[in-house]
């Protein structure tokens, strides 16, 4: 059987040793270097995407976008860049027939997701969103406990969660944050990015999320800003707390702070059964970019033991976080362009996120109970 074509993937937004796509994303591609191709690299001059070229290795900077969407080579076009541009690259991208990878969130509202995901479908292109938290190793297995009755009946989940150092000081001195994530407009939030991953994960785990109540403060009205010092006022939350009720009457609380753990301990997330309990833990809440820890206790025991994740689920992926969930969200891309599946996160699960924050900030506006209408659920 003849060898499969590689996959050409562009990647818009590349900074060296400090972005997502630096970190996350080439490695992931690289992982996979018999079905991907990393084809080059645009950003928001030439000059700009030949030193990101240069510096990771990658063989061509593209003068601008449209030249990257011209290159018959690129058959997806990696989105890795701020929140705000989302939606103009990603319309630019679809109209061009390229396959879309969208980092989280899809936009910075869930009118701009919906638009997105319309557009995907009318052009009949894979539109993915990276909401890598659900294939996380941990996560994974966790859902095969469940299933195999490890807890009995999932009674509740309880979450309590930081958002990194790059959502907001918190108590701890000299923590800085970056200008971009102050301003609640902008869509990239301690409620949009941690919570938004980890929303993902739960409806996978847990099915659709048809009721919430919630509350979302700005404790600390103003931040020093790490690139220029300047001291800004702050309209992005850094306490999130939601309670809430999945659509088989599984309650869920979260409560996540802004900042880092002071101690390294930054996830709590306990499933609470008739039978037994499971409780995950992490240096932070970002559950899409962490190492997880994994404990359970069962029938009559009296204390959490470490429960290791079976080799299988981390063999031959990159064994760093970041790059081996992203890894695994590429993978189901490739599957889904070559055997007609649909087994990557879409825009239209994006979508389902998008309308639950929404959720979430109605009923801290109006103080008052919102409950949602059935959504899309997760896929195996």
Request: hydrophobic content about 45%; glycine content about 12%; some cysteine.
């Amino acid at each position: 059987m003849p060898k499969q074509k590689r996959l050409g993937v562009g990647i818009v937004g590349v900074e060296p040793g400090r972005s997502w796509a630096a970190r996350g994303h080439i490695p992931a591609l690289r992982a996979l270097s018999d079905t991907f191709e990393i084809v080059g690299i645009a950003n928001t001059s030439k000059a700009s995407a030949e030193a990101a070229a240069a510096a990771t290795g990658l063989p061509r900077a593209f003068a601008h976008l449209a030249e990257m969407l011209a290159a018959p080579e690129v058959d997806i076009v990696t989105v890795a860049v701020k929140v705000p541009p989302h939606l103009d690259i990603v319309k630019a991208a679809i109209a061009a027939g390229k396959h879309v990878y969208c980092e989280w969130p899809l936009g910075k509202s869930l009118g701009e997701a919906e638009e997105m995901a319309a557009l995907a479908r009318a052009k009949g292109v894979l539109g993915v969103v990276g909401t890598q938290a659900r294939f996380a190793p941990e996560i994974e297995y966790v859902r095969q406990l469940i299933a195999d009755g490890f807890v009995g009946d999932v009674l509740s989940t309880t979450l309590i969660g930081r958002g990194g150092a790059l959502q907001g000081g918190g108590s701890i001195p000299d923590k800085k944050t970056w200008g971009y994530l102050l301003d609640r407009a902008n869509g990239a939030t301690l409620l949009t990015i941690p919570v938004g991953h980890t929303l993902a994960a739960l409806t996978d785990l847990f099915g659709d999320i048809t009721a919430v109540s919630s509350v979302l403060a700005v404790r600390q009205p103003t931040a020093v800003v790490v690139d220029t010092g300047e001291l800004l006022p702050v309209t992005a939350p850094d306490q999130v707390l939601v309670c809430g009720s999945f659509a088989s009457g599984v309650p869920l609380s979260i409560h996540y702070r802004g900042g880092a753990a002071r101690d390294g301990d930054g996830l709590f997330w306990e499933i609470h059964g008739t039978d037994g309990e499971l409780r995950l833990s992490a240096p932070s809440g970002q559950t899409q970019m962490v190492p997880l820890a994994l404990s359970g206790a069962r029938g009559a025991e009296t204390s959490f033991r470490r429960l290791e994740v079976p080799s299988a689920y981390r063999a031959g992926w990159p064994e760093d976080a970041e790059a081996g969930n992203v890894a695994r969200v590429y993978a189901r891309v490739a599957r889904d362009l070559r055997e007609g599946t649909r087994t990557a996160p879409s825009f239209d699960d994006a979508v389902a996120v998008h309308r639950v924050i929404a959720a979430i900030e109605r009923a801290a506006e109006s103080g008052e109970r919102v409950r949602l209408g059935a959504g899309r659920s997760a896929r195996p």
